[in-house]
């Protein structure tokens, strides 16, 4: 039977932006939350928000107190390389707690290895600050030979 184990690997440190509520839909409410300043900061990788293309375009549940995330941004490294990370996941919002599973894509042979990373990620955010901070943990899978 395959195990995993979570390893964490780093932090992301978030500004949110604006808020802009679209409105009802098939899904919930659409809520677009602008993200202005992504920092993530780790032993293998330490990068920056590359450009001005992130934001998470949610739904808040009927009540009010969940939303469901999709996150999408690039980042760039300090070395110049740049990766692209795209998650969804959920956000209970009486709480501030956040638990959501990024993926990460890139054409940098120095970072490759992220293109092989499912992470996960526990955050807790300040909404009237709008700062977000998410712990980030690489998923390790192990497999148990001659079970399949």
């Given amino acids: 039977m395959a195990t995993a184990e979570l390893v ?5 440190e978030v500004q ?5 509520e679209v409105g009802e839909g098939p899904r919930g409410t659409r809520l677009i939350v602008d993200v202005t300043e992504v920092n993530l900061t780790s032993d293998r990788v330490n990068a ?8 998470d375009w949610g739904t808040v549940s009927d009540d ?4 469901s995330l999709d996150v999408r941004f690039t980042l760039k490294t300090d070395d110049g390389e740049y990766i692209y990370v795209e998650y969804c996941g959920r956000g209970e919002l009486t709480k501030s707690l956040i638990a959501a599973a990024p ?14 990373v499912q992470g996960v990620i526990a955050g807790q955010v300040n909404l009237d600050t709008g700062k977000l901070v998410y712990r980030l943990y690489e998923v390790k899978i192990t497999g148990e030979e001659g079970l399949v």
Wanted: hydrophobic share 40%; charged share 15%.
């Fill in 48 to 55: 920056t928000l590359a450009t001005n293309d992130a934001a």
């Fill in 8 to 12: 964490e690997s780093g932090l992301i």
């Fill in 103 to 116: 993926t990460f894509q890139t054409g940098s042979e120095k970072y490759s290895w992220l293109n092989r």
């Fill in 64 to 67: 009010g107190t969940l939303m």
């Fill in 16 to 20: 949110l932006g604006d808020f802009i």
